[in-house]
């Protein structure tokens, strides 16, 4: 009794291993599919931007890019043809072809879709004189040779042009195939040079540094301008912090469209419209951060504050050397945070400085100026929004550890 109470608790306990195990599997088999749904777009778009501009309109479309396979033939470099199994140059173009098969072989409606049993050149078979009858339309007679040395009467379907293909290295081997429907030889090819014509094309490489300067100062203004608020209005006791605090906060409830003719009008006034100032100074300030502090420091105990006090620091003592070495996950949320849109911002850009040479422009505008300047070549237009996209992606990867801890931290849900 004891042995068989012990081979059934360990068959409950195998088959409970194995449900979980199965269970696993299926729910992470379902996450990597949704995750590569999700990515796919992004992995498109990187993979087009190393494309060339017609290997963006293949038809049906590739992930990976191709370019063709040349070689040099008569002193020139032409492309190479898979033509039966065999890689071939074309060397002539137009000759005129004979296309036969039966009558119960011919497409009425279209002929050139018939199923063709002989081609030969042109005035090479012999006209029998007489037609045949197929729906609507007659068909000449030939008597033509065979490959196997036999004749047989067939219907001329339709005559054609076709391109004559050799080998590049023995002349006397060639083939004959149509030239708009000849396979080229194609190699996988990834061409970095697009992101070279991207970045000197429209200037973009100057809106990168631009977008980087003005990106780096609003993220640096937001973090000092939301630590000083976040500690004032956290530990600091003065008549109607409440009521301030919530009229601030409540300034994110206020939509953009409503700030940008005021906003503007005082850019005007100032003389920073046309001016990278005016994408950076009314930009380092910001409620969402200064709450996103505020609740972080409230989690810090005032012990820590009290005892610095006894040690003589100051207010912004404290704050320097207690609160922000505590404070490396909500100030690295709001580096984030504020990286992001600084980076992505396209309505204020337009607006003020859209109409200002080129060398002020921010890689939004530049993009958008791409989108028009390289609009038959999608293959630049995708390099340069993979351009804009990493540098904002790499970041969210290397401290999204830090972003997550933030946000638990602060208490937001």
């Not at 796919?40 to 290997?55: E, G, H, R, W």
């Amino acid at each position: 009794m004891a042995a068989f109470a012990s081979d059934s608790g360990f068959s409950r306990d195998r088959a409970y291993t194995i449900r979980v195990w199965a269970t696993r599997i299926v729910i992470y088999s379902l996450l990597i599919v949704v995750a590569f749904f999700m990515l796919f777009p992004f992995i498109y778009m990187v993979t087009t931007s190393l494309k060339t501009a017609n290997d963006v309109f293949h038809s049906p479309p590739r992930l990976f890019p191709y370019s063709p396979v040349t070689t040099v033939y008569n002193n020139e470099v032409v492309p190479l043809y898979n033509i039966g199994g065999k890689a071939l140059v074309l060397a002539e173009e137009g000759i005129r072809f004979d296309f036969f098969t039966t009558a119960d072989r011919i497409n009425t409606e279209a002929a050139r879709q018939s199923e063709i049993l002989v081609q030969l050149p042109a005035d090479t078979a012999t006209a029998t004189g007489a037609t045949v009858t197929v729906g609507d339309d007659d068909y000449e007679v030939y008597m033509v040779t065979l490959p196997d040395g036999s004749t047989q009467e067939l219907l001329r379907a339709y005559s054609g042009g076709l391109g004559r293909f050799v080998d590049p290295n023995d002349a006397s081997v060639e083939a004959f195939a149509n030239v708009r429907t000849a396979e080229q030889a194609e190699v996988v090819q990834f061409n970095w040079e697009n992101y070279n014509a991207v970045l000197t094309l429209n200037n973009l490489n100057r809106s990168l540094i631009n977008t980087a300067v003005v990106t780096l100062l609003v993220t640096i203004g937001q973090v000092i301008t939301s630590l000083l608020g976040g500690y004032a209005f956290s530990r600091m006791n003065f008549r109607g912090k409440d009521a301030v605090f919530l009229v601030y906060l409540g300034t994110i409830m206020i939509p953009f469209v409503v700030l940008i003719i005021p906003l503007y009008q005082l850019m005007v006034m100032i003389g920073w419209q046309d001016r990278l100032a005016s994408l950076i100074l009314p930009w380092i300030f910001t409620a969402y951060g200064t709450f996103l502090m505020r609740q972080f420091f409230i989690t810090i105990p005032k012990d820590l504050e009290e005892a610095a006090l006894l040690d003589g620091l100051s207010r912004l003592g404290i704050l320097l050397r207690v609160f922000v070495p505590l404070s490396g996950a909500a100030i690295a949320t709001q580096a984030i945070i504020t990286f992001l849109y600084a980076w992505n911002s396209f309505i204020w850009p337009l607006i003020i400085i859209g109409d200002s040479p080129i060398e002020n422009h921010v890689v939004t505008l530049s993009l958008n100026t791409l989108k028009n300047a390289a609009a038959s070549e999608p293959n630049l237009v995708l390099t340069g929004a993979a351009v804009v996209i990493l540098p904002p992606l790499i970041l969210f990867i290397l401290a999204q550890r830090y972003f997550v801890e933030g946000i638990a931290n602060t208490g937001m849900k």
